[in-house]
């Protein structure tokens, strides 16, 4: 059925399904509040030595929502679960639409499978035991939720975020209230704070703590209206732009001005976790954590159903083989289930493969150093390490610290050599293990359409494929 010049998408996903107010839950969850102002505001504050860190985030709102205005209005033409794939597509053709899809399905996967080690590092330190054991429950939730019907992820998520945002707004609201300097300071709201050294660490921190918040477009088949999305992008920007400038100005007036960077470099401060704990008491600040490590799992789960769905699409471009665009049925109606067994199985792979190879995603992975002075710890031999994690418990470094001083895991004995980004005698990223990575899709014949029903993207003058809108010709 056509309208506006479209040619509607095949049916398959679960279509009108979702509300502006689900996809908003998927957008946020993405960018996982708590875990910005735990990890990401605390390692900027410490990582670039500049205060300003709060005056930031209103000048990469507004940058951002003047991509937002054509990403969203290009969604009203191009409703698609592989958003980028389809705008691309659409304006240079299906060869470019081709090259940004797995790339967009490289990032969003990598993502997720990432915060695996984070999220198995943090609980690890809480509870205890090795962090793929943890890594591996979180793997079992994941894939298990994947492949069922969106409505369910969706209740889930909003579970999870309203409970986040709301101790973010209690930890803000003790902060100005209880000042540290008696009064709410405004001066880390000054350009002044901002533009110094390292200020360009402090806008590549910042933006990178928007991602995910473009994901509800990767739901417009799913969507009851383009207003629907529209509402939820624009909502999601604005609402996390407002919450990540308060959030982290309330951090430098609950500290001091003055202390937080060097409070931020601290790891036994425990900001912001401590800080709770003062104001509302211990048993806040532990449910502060436990919300921490469910942030970071909202942000896998909606990473997850994004990659899955260019998963969907790129099986149904016949760029991947036809089981990639099986769809479920009943309690899974909808569900992209060939993307979400695919993303589940890389996911496992990669943790298992970590795991036997006694990979550490704990050691200086969570406390970058970017324009500014790196804290660096001493290790019993007096060697250098690497910076502590900025979410780490102090418990957890510990432990690590009395390992290494008993000799059980020296880097000594296993033939280590200086430096931070050296452990165990071998570089954190060796070149030998670099891949390339090059596919090569055969486009489907003139005029003709593959298994899954989707029309090629072969010769110029062809068909275009369903879900995108046809060339108009004067």
Same mark, same amino acid.
């Given at each position: 059925?056509?309208?506006?010049?479209?040619?509607?998408?095949?049916?398959?996903?679960?279509?009108?399904?979702?509300?502006?107010?689900?996809?908003?839950?998927?957008?946020?969850?993405?960018?996982?509040?708590?875990?910005?102002?735990?990890?990401?505001?605390?390692?900027?504050?410490?990582?670039?030595?500049?205060?300003?860190?709060?005056?930031?985030?209103?000048?990469?709102?507004?940058?951002?929502?003047?991509?937002?205005?054509?990403?969203?209005?290009?969604?009203?033409?191009?409703?698609?679960?592989?958003?980028?794939?389809?705008?691309?597509?659409?304006?240079?053709?299906?060869?470019?639409?081709?090259?940004?899809?797995?790339?967009?399905?490289?990032?969003?996967?990598?993502?997720?499978?990432?915060?695996?080690?984070?999220?198995?590092?943090?609980?690890?330190?809480?509870?205890?035991?090795?962090?793929?054991?943890?890594?591996?429950?979180?793997?079992?939730?994941?894939?298990?939720?994947?492949?069922?019907?969106?409505?369910?992820?969706?209740?889930?998520?909003?579970?999870?975020?309203?409970?986040?945002?709301?101790?973010?707004?209690?930890?803000?609201?003790?902060?100005?209230?209880?000042?540290?300097?008696?009064?709410?300071?405004?001066?880390?709201?000054?350009?002044?704070?901002?533009?110094?050294?390292?200020?360009?660490?402090?806008?590549?921190?910042?933006?990178?703590?928007?991602?995910?918040?473009?994901?509800?477009?990767?739901?417009?088949?799913?969507?009851?209206?383009?207003?629907?999305?529209?509402?939820?992008?624009?909502?999601?920007?604005?609402?996390?732009?407002?919450?990540?400038?308060?959030?982290?100005?309330?951090?430098?007036?609950?500290?001091?001005?003055?202390?937080?960077?060097?409070?931020?470099?601290?790891?036994?401060?425990?900001?912001?976790?401590?800080?709770?704990?003062?104001?509302?008491?211990?048993?806040?600040?532990?449910?502060?954590?436990?919300?921490?490590?469910?942030?970071?799992?909202?942000?896998?789960?909606?990473?997850?159903?994004?990659?899955?769905?260019?998963?969907?699409?790129?099986?149904?471009?016949?760029?991947?083989?036809?089981?990639?665009?099986?769809?479920?049925?009943?309690?899974?109606?909808?569900?992209?289930?060939?993307?979400?067994?695919?993303?589940?199985?890389?996911?496992?792979?990669?943790?298992?493969?970590?795991?036997?190879?006694?990979?550490?995603?704990?050691?200086?992975?969570?406390?970058?150093?970017?324009?500014?002075?790196?804290?660096?710890?001493?290790?019993?031999?007096?060697?250098?390490?690497?910076?502590?994690?900025?979410?780490?418990?102090?418990?957890?470094?510990?432990?690590?610290?009395?390992?290494?001083?008993?000799?059980?895991?020296? $880097?000594?004995?296993?033939? %280590? +050599?200086? !430096?931070?980004?050296?452990? *165990?005698?071998?570089? #954190?990223? @060796? =070149? /030998?293990?670099?891949?390339?990575?090059?596919?090569?899709?055969?486009?489907? $014949?003139?005029?003709?359409? %593959? +298994?899954? !029903?989707?029309?090629?993207? *072969?010769?110029?003058? #062809?068909? @275009? =494929? /369903?879900?995108?809108?046809?060339?108009?010709?004067?």
């Amino acid at each position: 059925m056509r309208g506006h010049g479209t040619v509607a998408a095949p049916v398959g996903l679960a279509r009108r399904t979702l509300s502006g107010a689900a996809l908003f839950f998927f957008a946020v969850g993405a960018s996982a509040p708590m875990t910005v102002l735990a990890g990401g505001v605390v390692a900027t504050y410490a990582g670039t030595g500049v205060v300003g860190v709060p005056a930031a985030f209103p000048l990469v709102t507004a940058a951002l929502a003047l991509f937002t205005v054509s990403y969203v209005a290009m969604s009203r033409h191009v409703p698609h679960p592989g958003p980028l794939y389809a705008h691309v597509a659409r304006g240079l053709g299906p060869g470019p639409g081709l090259a940004v899809a797995p790339l967009a399905l490289l990032a969003y996967g990598a993502i997720e499978i990432s915060l695996f080690g984070l999220i198995g590092v943090i609980v690890s330190g809480l509870l205890g035991g090795a962090w793929w054991v943890w890594a591996l429950f979180a793997w079992l939730a994941i894939a298990a939720l994947g492949v069922l019907h969106i409505a369910i992820n969706a209740r889930v998520l909003a579970l999870l975020l309203v409970c986040e945002i709301a101790v973010v707004a209690l930890f803000d609201v003790g902060a100005f209230t209880h000042p540290a300097d008696g009064s709410v300071s405004v001066a880390p709201l000054l350009p002044g704070s901002l533009f110094a050294d390292g200020v360009g660490g402090v806008f590549a921190l910042s933006v990178a703590a928007f991602v995910g918040y473009e994901s509800a477009l990767a739901y417009g088949e799913e969507a009851r209206g383009h207003g629907a999305l529209a509402r939820a992008t624009f909502g999601s920007l604005l609402f996390i732009g407002v919450l990540y400038a308060v959030s982290s100005w309330a951090l430098a007036v609950a500290v001091g001005p003055g202390r937080v960077v060097a409070a931020a470099r601290d790891p036994e401060a425990g900001l912001p976790m401590s800080l709770l704990g003062q104001r509302y008491g211990p048993v806040i600040g532990v449910f502060a954590t436990l919300l921490l490590v469910t942030s970071i799992f909202a942000a896998m789960l909606s990473f997850h159903n994004t990659a899955a769905r260019y998963v969907f699409v790129l099986g149904r471009e016949r760029v991947l083989p036809a089981p990639f665009v099986r769809i479920g049925r009943g309690s899974r109606a909808g569900a992209p289930v060939g993307g979400s067994l695919l993303q589940s199985g890389v996911a496992l792979a990669v943790v298992t493969g970590c795991a036997v190879t006694g990979s550490d995603p704990g050691r200086g992975a969570v406390h970058p150093a970017v324009g500014g002075r790196r804290d660096r710890h001493h290790d019993p031999d007096g060697r250098h390490v690497a910076g502590r994690g900025a979410l780490l418990p102090p418990r957890w470094w510990h432990q690590r610290e009395r390992l290494d001083a008993r000799g059980g895991t020296t $880097r000594r004995r296993r033939g %280590g +050599r200086r !430096g931070a980004r050296h452990h *165990g005698g071998q570089p #954190a990223f @060796p =070149a /030998r293990h670099a891949a390339r990575v090059a596919g090569h899709a055969r486009p489907a $014949r003139h005029g003709g359409a %593959g +298994r899954t !029903g989707r029309a090629g993207l *072969g010769r110029p003058g #062809a068909p @275009p =494929a /369903r879900g995108l809108p046809r060339r108009r010709t004067r």
